[in-house]
């Protein structure tokens, strides 16, 4: 347990037995060495101030020569002790120094330091394991909500960048493998606060082990896991992993909704992406031939999910048709326009970039548009250092793996009520339903990013309303979106869904009333939620969203307001 | 043969005998208690705590304990003669010398069970 104490007392062993034999050896001279006292007699120094003497000598403090001015001999054992105890006094502190400048033992020491800032948390926090870009994503996102995180990365590098992120609240970080339990364990695995494990780093066989590790160690703790491959996937799934996220699939499955359902896609997208696709574009025609350039993993996962819509899909890649498996293939990478042509990129309504290679994705989009300027194009993005680059450059979708990732995470951690809501909309509901909900979303938030949280009607979440519903009091739905500055005005939000046991009422009527136990999900400002909790939380200010008077609510003013009514 | 070993058991039991030989004569006689034998036995009792850092055996601990406890003993016993012989307006008395040496005897008890750890160890590593 005390690794870096015991390290320290090692490797002082050697400095300190130096010390204690020139100190006692410097004290001996100075007994055994007759010197004279000021009447010429002879003297002989007592342990006590020979002690005295070496000590305030050796520190090179320099009382001067006591109790009696000393005899040339002394002088000489006096020279000889004052370097030799400079010298071990050197050598002390210098392999001090050299053990604290040592990068094992600093290792050691925050290592130390970060358990022990994991174990004093006493607020809910997640582990993130593997600061890329998900990770960061994720990070700063919950640092906004007021959320702590734990980090855990294996790149020294990385663990920097979190320091220099400048996070509205520090992070215990850690530079370690968090494929090792035991570093997951310092991490704050087993740790009662801990709510859930992301395993988000970029190598599959790592963040199987993290969810390995931790659902043996903490069966009930949320796992959430990346992958980017489907034997992942299904192994993940089959010991319980709440979340397993492969942003190929996921994108594919995206993708595919706004060939499908437009509408649909767009409020998808609006719930969980923070930078939403205008309302306009909607309008553009999904359907008729898609060209895809690159069949890899996204590839696949894309072929797979178009297949049964009325889309025409033309492959276009490097690898031959049968080491593919698809009967129709232009052969090819797409970047050059004989290819593109040979694909029918005149007629096509879209087209997919998505090679591993940035380069190549940029080049069959630039060349496709300038085929066919009105070509719907998707491009894929690799490396997260080209932001820069495929920002600027017009393409309709951009899938960034690590993005898509962070965003489907927020949506689970937000509230796993949006998931559900998400479910329900695309099981239950058609088109021109969504359209609806669409028009209506826009024009509570416009442009800015639609956020979405949930209230449990519960102690915890809305004391205030408890409170009041012991009282007797009926409550409706309204009360929520009542500014509680002004209610005459509403806040900038709107209900999506209520769940009351196992029914589930989506778009709940203002006038529902509530009961103990509902779990009310609402999308809007976030501006917005920060009102919200005001009026739940604090009573008084529920009291005058309910009914507009705003008198203070203590002994005296109610005992004032009972003897006001009797008379 | 284990150099290190040889220097650790030479020290640890030096500091016994070395106590040993301090305690022995009448307590409260200060002609049979030489303060050289004390002062050795101090500074080797000092080295033997400094070797037995760093063992992270329970055995280890142990002796790092009796060593820690010896000492202490033995620096208390400095302190009273300091202040016996500097101090005190009666000098050193017989009253002083029989503490002084039945701390030393306590002293001596500590290395005694330092001493009996290290055959314990010896006997249990059998090589």
């Known amino acids: ?567 | 043969m284990n150099k290190e070993k040889v220097i650790f058991a030479f020290f640890i039991v030096l500091a016994m005998t070395l106590n040993f030989g301090f305690f022995l004569g009448e307590i409260d006689n200060a002609d049979h208690h030489n303060v050289y034998e004390f002062y050795a036995a101090l500074v080797v009792s000092m080295i033997c705590t400094v070797l037995k850092f760093g063992d992270r055996t329970h055995l280890g601990a142990l002796m790092l304990a009796t060593s820690l406890v010896a000492d202490l003993q033995l620096v208390v016993v400095a302190i009273i003669w300091g202040y016996a012989e500097q101090i005190s307006t009666t000098g050193m008395d017989a009253h002083m010398m029989a503490s002084v040496v039945s701390l030393a005897g306590g002293a001596l008890l500590a290395n005694v069970i330092s001493v009996i750890l290290l055959v314990v160890e010896t006997v249990l590593v059998r090589r």
Request: charged share 20%; net charge negative.
């Open chain 1, 1 to 567: 347990m005390n690794n870096v104490f015991y390290i320290l007392m090692r490797r002082l062993r050697m400095p300190l037995i130096t010390l204690i034999v020139v100190y006692s050896v410097s004290v001996l001279g100075f007994v055994l060495i007759p010197g004279m006292d000021d009447q010429g007699q002879v003297y002989r120094m007592d342990f006590f101030h020979a002690f005295y003497f070496v000590s305030f000598m050796g520190s090179t403090i320099g009382f001067g020569e006591i109790p009696y001015a000393f005899t040339s001999g002394q002088r000489m054992w006096a020279m000889l002790t004052i370097y030799s105890t400079v010298i071990a006094w050197l050598y002390g502190i210098g392999s001090m120094l050299s053990i604290f400048q040592d990068p094992a033992f600093s290792r050691l020491l925050r290592r130390r330091r970060f358990a022990a800032q994991v174990a004093a948390l006493n607020q809910p926090f997640y582990l993130v394991c593997g600061y890329g870009v998900t990770g960061g994503i994720v990070v700063r996102k919950l640092a906004q909500r007021d959320i702590r995180c734990v980090v855990v990365d294996i790149e020294e590098a990385q663990i920097d960048a979190l320091q220099m992120d400048n996070l509205p609240m520090p992070m215990p970080c850690l530079a370690a493998d968090a494929s090792l339990p035991d570093v997951l364990d310092d991490a704050g695995l087993q740790h009662e606060k801990c709510i859930g494990i992301l395993a988000l780093t970029n190598r599959d066989n790592v963040n199987l082990a993290i969810a390995i590790a931790s659902k043996l160690l903490m069966p009930k703790r949320m796992v959430i896991c990346r992958t980017e491959s489907d034997v992942t996937t299904a192994n993940l799934d089959s010991f319980g992993t709440d979340l397993v996220v492969d942003p190929f699939q996921t994108y594919a499955e995206y993708l595919a909704l706004s060939v499908q359902a437009p509408y649909t896609h767009l409020v998808y997208d609006w719930l969980l992406n923070p930078s939403h696709r205008p309302l306009s574009s909607a309008y553009q025609r999904t359907r008729g031939r898609w060209i895809i350039c690159g069949y890899g993993r996204f590839g696949r996962a894309l072929c797979s999910r178009l297949i049964h819509d009325e889309v025409e899909l033309i492959v276009v890649d490097d690898d031959p048709p049968e080491h593919n498996g698809l009967s129709e293939q232009i052969h090819g990478i797409g970047t050059e326009a004989c290819t593109l042509r040979a694909a029918g990129v005149e007629d096509a309504v879209g087209i997919v970039a998505g090679t591993g290679n940035d380069a190549d994705n940029l080049s069959i989009m630039m060349t496709a548009r300038e085929l066919n300027p009105r070509l719907l194009t998707v491009v894929r993005q690799n490396v997260h250092a080209n932001r820069l680059v495929f920002q600027n450059s017009r393409s309709d979708f951009i899938m960034e793996p690590g993005r898509i990732i962070a965003n489907r995470i927020m949506a689970q951690i937000k509230t796993p009520l949006l998931p559900v809501f998400l479910t329900l909309m695309l099981e239950r509901y058609d088109d021109v339903w969504a359209h609806t909900l669409l028009n209506r979303m826009s024009s509570v938030v416009g442009n800015q990013e639609l956020d979405s949280w949930a209230y449990t009607l519960d102690e915890e979440q809305t004391p205030a309303l408890m409170l009041a519903l012991a009282e007797g009091k009926p409550l409706k739905l309204s009360l929520f979106l009542k500014d509680p500055r002004d209610r005459q005005q509403s806040l900038k939000a709107f209900p999506l869904l209520l769940r009351r046991g196992e029914t589930l009422m989506p778009l709940p009527g203002e006038l529902t009333l509530l009961e103990q136990g509902d779990e009310i999900l609402f999308c809007g400002l976030s501006r917005a939620a920060g009102r919200m909790d005001w009026t739940v939380s604090n009573y008084n200010v529920l009291h005058y969203v309910l009914t507009g008077s705003d008198d203070s609510n203590n002994l005296l003013a109610r005992w004032l307001h009972r003897r006001e009514n009797r008379g």
